[in-house]
């Protein structure tokens, strides 16, 4: 099994302990944003987004994604070639034979699954304004979300699927 052990911090973080690495996953509780010194919790509907991406002139979104180690891992998209069928469905931009415990290359096309709720400006990014969004990650063809993506372990062991 590939995890020896996965419990509760804080109700809205699950740390998760694999192959002797931790890496924390964001359950959809999140993002937050501190308004008068307390986190409030912000939720976007893919709606939502797509108005945020044309009123704050987003040029670029990346679709950031973890490692089963904890490996941080992003691809980025030009946002005007973001569709809300992607939003939806995901986006067949990934090589999972090319992620450390993802998958073998004979079976490595996976699709990035954006989380509208995580979705954030970077505010350092001023002259190509870009956005990012955490993504779930699925195997191709509808069979399913991988089995070692570490936001959908997470989920599962803490019973949130």
Request: proline share 6%; net charge neutral.
């Amino acid at each position: 099994m590939l995890t020896s052990f996965c419990f509760d911090i804080e109700p809205h973080l699950i740390i998760l302990k694999s192959r002797g690495y931790f890496c924390s996953v964001e359950e959809k509780k999140l993002p937050y944003k501190v308004i008068g010194g307390k986190p409030t919790r912000v939720e976007y509907s893919a709606d939502d987004v797509f108005a945020k991406i044309k009123q704050e002139e987003i040029k670029f979104l990346d679709l950031q994604f973890t490692s089963l180690p904890g490996r941080f891992h992003h691809t980025t998209i030009s946002s005007n070639t973001f569709t809300s069928d992607q939003m939806e469905d995901g986006l067949p931009k990934l090589d999972g034979s090319s992620i450390v415990g993802f998958t073998s290359i004979d079976d490595s096309d996976l699709i990035l699954k954006p989380d509208p709720n995580s979705f954030a400006i970077i505010p350092w990014m001023t002259d190509k304004k870009s956005a990012r969004m955490l993504c779930d990650i699925y195997r191709g063809a509808g069979r399913g979300r991988l089995e070692t993506d570490p936001r959908g372990i997470c989920l599962v062991i803490g019973g949130r699927r």
